[in-house]
């Protein structure tokens, strides 16, 4: 069982950890910024930052529950400014976002569940 933990926890901080690197590039703060999101030069860099410690502290195991809070806190700010398909008039691309918004509710969830789960 043990194994089977610290395993899902790597499979799902990876990404985290990627995807959080791309928030440094100045392509991916001018998407954010040209997607409305206010304050794109310190938010997405910020994303980034708690991304990558969050994936780091849980596939680790380093403060894992502390990991999994950050990567929920990444999601839900990712979710509320990137994807909102709530403000969005083209139905295909509205329902591209809600698929994504799910999909981070989903992990949201997830990310809750590993903050009661320590294993080193």
Same mark, same amino acid.
């Not at 089977?4 to 590039?25: E, Y």
């Not at 980034?48 to 990567?71: C, D, E, H, K």
């Not at 008039?89 to 990310?111: H, T």
């Given at each position: #069982? /043990? ?15 990627? @995807?959080? &690197? ?7 703060? =001018? ?9 794109? @030069?310190? &938010?997405?860099? &910020? ?9 780091? $502290?849980? =596939?680790? @195991?380093?403060?894992?529950?502390? @990991?999994?809070? !950050?990567? =929920?806190?990444?999601?839900? %700010?990712? $979710?509320? %400014? %990137?994807n909102?398909?709530?403000?969005? $008039? ?9 698929? #994504?918004? %799910? /999909?981070? *509710?989903s #992990?949201?969830?997830?990310a &809750?569940? !590993?903050?009661?789960?320590? *294993?080193?």
């Amino acid at each position: #069982m /043990k194994y089977v933990i610290i395993t899902g926890r790597w499979l799902f901080a990876v990404p985290f950890i990627l @995807g959080g &690197l791309v928030h440094f590039k100045s392509e991916t703060i =001018a998407y954010t910024a040209a997607q409305g999101v206010p304050l794109a @030069g310190v &938010l997405v860099p &910020l994303s980034g930052v708690i991304g990558v410690a969050g994936g780091l $502290s849980l =596939a680790t @195991g380093y403060q894992s529950q502390w @990991g999994a809070a !950050f990567i =929920a806190l990444f999601l839900i %700010m990712v $979710s509320v %400014m %990137m994807n909102r398909f709530w403000g969005l $008039s083209d139905p295909e691309a509205a329902k591209i976002q809600f698929v #994504m918004f %799910m /999909k981070n *509710v989903s #992990m949201i969830g997830a990310a &809750l569940i !590993f903050t009661q789960i320590v *294993v080193r």
